[in-house]
């Protein structure tokens, strides 16, 4: 079995810029190291890899994300009742306003940004709740070269106190029934990944305020442009969730969002972080 270059599963592409749905594994089982090897790869080469119809209880999952990395805890929401590095990130059919639901990449506010996340769907909507993905090579590279340039030489503020993400976690930040203080942290506006060695565009719209020595005014039109350009259709893939879908994707040179289109219905989803590192 497989696909091209791979011997123990099956890798199909769903969109031209990234995304690939992976067939022929059980994620609940004990996978060979190949097997583990070749996921990987696949996910470094899209940038977000899918499984579908995945068994896994909160144990198994958890044992699954720490073959691929090191589960952390989040900092804003209390992880479920004896796995502290697994959340619930659910909307209601009362609520309006859904968990991250903006373009962005996971956490840049922290010093050590997560490398990858993990979300298992438990329950969702007849219709509605896709989630986008956006790659953040691809804007990059496609930058005139001055631009390109100009951008490679620059560090911007990443903060978690922006309101438009804010507010899609209010809720959840209240249930944690802690005082956490807001993150705040300076990441170069283009990062070499640690793996591949491509550079991708690193800011993004939910968490980055301003350039480093510039105001959040005077940055506020090439953080705009850089933003819109980044989700150019042909940079962005689509997935539709089924109960048993999991979703692995790189932080490091890719957004998501999280579309809000499914007003009262239910949506449950478990997500697991992964720890990352400096970026540079």
Not at 228 to 250: K, M, N, Q, Y
């Amino acid at each position: 079995m497989g696909g091209v270059g791979y011997r123990t599963i099956e890798v199909s592409p769903i969109a031209g810029a990234l995304g690939a749905e992976i067939t022929g594994v059980d994620l609940a089982a004990d996978l060979p190291d190949e097997t583990l090897t070749e996921i990987r790869r696949a996910w470094l080469d899209h940038l977000v890899v899918f499984f579908r119809d995945q068994d896994l209880d909160l144990d198994r999952y958890l044992a699954f994300a720490r073959r691929i990395g090191e589960p952390v805890e989040y900092p804003f929401v209390k992880g479920l009742e004896g796995h502290p590095t697994i959340i619930a990130v659910a909307k209601l059919p009362h609520e309006t306003v859904n968990f991250g639901g903006v373009w962005h990449s996971d956490t840049t506010y922290l010093e050590r940004p997560p490398m990858g996340t993990m979300l298992l769907a438990r329950e969702v909507p007849a219709a509605g709740g896709d989630t986008l993905w956006a790659n953040l090579y691809a804007a990059y590279e496609t930058l005139s070269p001055g631009l390109a340039h100009f951008l490679d030489d620059l560090e911007a503020v990443n903060t978690s106190a922006m309101a438009d993400i804010s507010k899609t976690r209010e809720d959840r930040r209240r249930d944690r029934g802690t005082d956490v203080t807001d993150f705040e942290a300076v990441h170069p506006v283009v990062r070499t990944h640690p793996e591949t060695g491509r550079k991708a565009l690193y800011v993004n719209p939910a968490h980055t305020a301003r350039f480093v020595g510039m105001t959040e005014e005077e940055s506020r039109p090439l953080l705009r442009y850089l933003c819109e350009h980044a989700i150019r259709p042909e940079f962005t893939c689509r997935f539709r969730w089924e109960v048993g879908s999991l979703a692995l994707w790189d932080n490091r040179c890719a957004w998501h969002n999280p579309i809000n289109d499914y007003h009262g219905q239910t949506r449950v989803m478990h997500r697991i972080t992964l720890a990352g590192d400096v970026p540079v």
